[in-house]
């Protein structure tokens, strides 16, 4: 009997109604979603959403829920895909179970918005029960049981929910379909809302039958499982030859069959899972090879000899069953073999079926039956890159061989086909091993060709591999030896395995005569290369001989050798062309190697003559693509030439038209960019360098060119800023800054002396909270103490600079404490800077270096004076080191003007208060006690203050003078 094929026509069904222009939108944004051009589809709904017809705007919202499940369903493929062909997945499972969270609100809210509106109601059924499952990794392996088992511990409970919501929405909408059919095509079963009706129907069945697989037994697997039967037996009878019908039979089995496996007291349904199978089988087997129901005939055929095989390992009800089941499972794979060649069947689930086969043969100790089927699979499976079945047959075949051997023979091409699928797998050593006996049981001429020559190849590839290079160079070269013995020609079968091991042999000589550099090794290195180019001309790797020897002089560094052999080899050879565009590179490898600059210059020239002798050869052949490309090159090298040669006037007109001529087309890694901009410096053309850089690093963004160029354009724009004066000078040396700190940034080595370089330039560009940063880097990189002082000092003195530039007061206070912060950090956290700066003070004069930085920064030294003078550091008085802090402060600016210091009018206000912080802190001293210490600071304060009020700085105030000669007068008395 004919079975309706119905499934086939829902993904139309679901699309809409009638063929039209919003229908076939939405169709063309499916195709566009299942390609993973998800982009691409979401521009063709939004332009239906946007339509001012109202059905076009409903098919454009459905199709945007449609295509949120269409993503997540592709991912899961794609994931579950990866899995079973044993590759790391392209997509994570995290990435796959979002994008079923992120479908199923838009689905529901769209769903809000219709309640009628039918598809999207049974689409959203469907994303939550392929949610469901995909959460409890129904779909997974058999070699990934163990991590199904932990994801399905991990998410029970919410895949429980999903289920039970699926199953709802599935029966609601079945309802709802059953509902609109109504009398009048309530029993049509062509009519698209009865289809979609029994999908709803079967979808729901199906999901309680997952919800109960989720269970590896107990009770709740018990009574999910039950009522999935009862479902399911109710759908298949309702439709029985529906292709739905059919799917609900398989699954039917499979319910039965799991029962089996989880429940002890469940014995008696493995002979009704399988007879649901094989009632199956049957029944398919009378349809038409269609692809809906072929790929349901390898399902049920995978599931039938796997339930016989498990039945005969122990579920049987007897143990005199045992073998009949073993029996059953050999007899369905005899039938069904000729049935799954003829339709070209290379499925996953079709090869595993006959793996169970041969797993059969071998229970029943028919190993050569075994491993014939077995080997049948492999080839299959290889050829279908099916990975995952490959490994598991492989893993098979090598236990059964070993029964095998000494009872019978083995097929050479089948041991040659293990050892491939091992190799594949990355087991060499078990490789060679099948190898090995590949080419032992090779015993006719005809076995030799077929495996025993390949055998001997691929034995050499592994050593090859492994990077055992004398056994790749003896294995392949015996057999070099024995096709030159044999005379066969070079297209024969013999001829094309012994040209790839004649070349393994070159790969491997090579490799050892530059490791070892034995002059025997060198020898037998030359004397394979000459067998290869004599005897395989033909050869993939050897179509140019002469190409190949000059490449070799290339690679072992023999540029000028090189260069000869590329200049000699024939136009008519295929490699011309790339002969003739290594020259000029040979030439400049030469001039890099160089060692005076007469003998550089000379190879640069001959680079030079080589580019434009290549230019001239190629330009009236300009048609074929390969001298085109020479072109291009020769071009290029004519500029690099000239560059190099510092021609700089010749070179930028040049340079110009190869940019303009190929548009981001840049062969040497952006050379061509960085030569644009070297030039342009050394015309000293700074605005123009500039742009060219801009260009450059917007094509080589974070390269090594680009760090070079930056910090070549940052010198030059310090340089040039020297000639400029006010704005112009700043804003040059402010670009200059920004370059240099861009390629610190991405330079690997930052040494203190380019910090220090970059903070110096950010200085002079007169941005100084940016210097302060940069002199603070500085102070983290410096080993010696000394200079990591004047550096805190600089980090400070630029703070306060910076906070004189702000016109807004509380930023200006805000910015002048983050100075006071560093400055005070700097002189009271550590105590060895503390006792080394009590030191420094305590001498007459302050070293050089200390001299120039307290003369740049007064102010900065006198708030570090105010700190000491209201906290002492440990084991020392703070108010002694204030008074000696003052008093240089006091000598740091003069009534008069000194060349050796700051000029009066600068530092007035510095003066004054360092003077009245001195003479207050020595009047503090002096009225602690009655000591010897207290008794000199009031006669030193006296006399300072007599001193100054005769040659004080004129210009502080009224207020300032005032208090001095109070203090004065404090101090006076105090002294008697």
Known sequence: MRIRCLAAALPFLLAGVAVGGPDEDLKFAQQLGRRGLQDMALEVLDKLEKSPDAYAKRVGRYGKALLTKQKAFVAARRFLGDLMQGRKPRVTRAEVLGAYENAGPKIQEYVKSRPNDIAARLLLGELLQEHAEFLVGSEYPEELKEEQAKLLSDNSGKAEKLFEQAIQSLKATEAALRKKLGKAFGDDPTHPDFIRASAAQYKAAKAKMRWAFMYPSGPKFNYHSEEAIEQLDEFQSEHYNDTYGLFAYLDLGRTYYERVMRLKDATDAGGTAVDYFDTLCKRLQEEPGEDDLTRLLAAAFYWYTRACNDLAGGKALSVKAQPLYYQRTIAAGTDMKQRLRDTGLKQRAALRAALNVADAYAATNQFQKAVTVAGEVLSTARVARETGVAQQVTASLTRWVANVSGTGSLDPGLLLGI?????????????????????????????????????????????????????????????????????????????????????????????????????????????????????????????????????????????????????????????????????????????????????????????????????????????????????????????????????????????????????????????????????????????????????????????????????????????????????????????????????????????????????????????????????NWAVSLVTKKGAKDALKLSAAEMQYEAAKGLKDRSQYLKEVDVARKRFTDYLIADTKLQKKLLTALSKRWLTQAEWGNFKKNPRAFYTAAKVYAESSPTGLDGRWISVRMCQYLTRLVAAKPDPERPQLDEHVNTWWDAAVLQLTVQLKIATSGRGTLEKKAATDGYGAATRWLFQYPKGHGKESLKRLKELQRELKRLKK
């Open 419 to 775: 050892g491939e699928s091992l190799a594949a797998q990355g087991r060499t050593a078990n490789a060679v091993t099948f190898y090995s006996k590949a080419i032992a049981a090779a015993k006719t001429d005809e076995e030799k060709l077929i495996a025993g020559y390949p055998a001997r190849l691929r034995t050499a590839e592994a050593y090859l591999a492994d990077k055992r290079y004398f056994a790749a160079g003896e294995a392949a070269w015996s057999l070099v030896k024995d096709y030159v013995t044999a005379n066969k020609d070079e297209e024969s079968p013999f001829g094309q395995v012994a040209s790839d091991a004649c070349n393994v042999a070159r790969l491997a000589w090579r490799t050892i005569s530059e490791k070892t550099k034995r002059s025997g090794d060198q020898r037998r290195y030359k004397e394979v290369l000459s067998t290869f180019r004599g005897k395989f001309p033909g050869h993939r790797e050897n179509s140019d001989a002469a190409y190949s020897q000059a490449r070799d002089l290339y690679r072992n560094k023999q540029y000028e050798n090189a260069a000869r052999a590329f200049l000699e080899i024939s136009p008519t050879s295929k490699s011309f062309w790339r002969a003739q565009r290594l020259v000029p590179t040979c030439y400049r490898r030469l001039a890099g190697r160089a060692k005076d600059e007469a003998k550089t210059k000379s190879w640069h020239e001959k680079s030079l003559a080589a580019a434009r002798a290549l230019d001239k050869l190629a330009t009236p052949k300009k048609s074929d693509d390969r001298a085109k490309r020479s072109i291009q090159q020769a071009k290029l090298y004519e500029v690099l030439s000239l560059c190099s040669l510092k021609r700089w006037t010749e070179a930028l007109p040049l340079i110009d038209a190869y940019l303009a001529a190929y548009p981001d087309q840049y062969l040497a890694s952006g050379d061509e960019l960085k030569y644009k901009v070297h030039a342009h410096l050394a015309l000293a053309q700074l605005t123009d360098a500039e742009k060219a850089l801009a260009k450059l690093r917007q094509n080589f963004p974070d390269s090594s060119i680009e760090r070079s160029t930056l910090f070549r354009v940052a010198k030059a724009l310090k340089a040039g800023a020297v000639d400029l004066e006010g704005g112009d000078r700043v804003q040059m040396l402010g670009r200059a800054a920004d370059y240099f700190g861009d390629w610190l940034a991405k330079s690997k080595k930052k040494t203190l002396a380019l910090v220090r370089f970059h903070a110096d330039l950010l200085r002079t560009a007169q941005r100084y909270g940016d210097a302060a940063d940069q002199y």
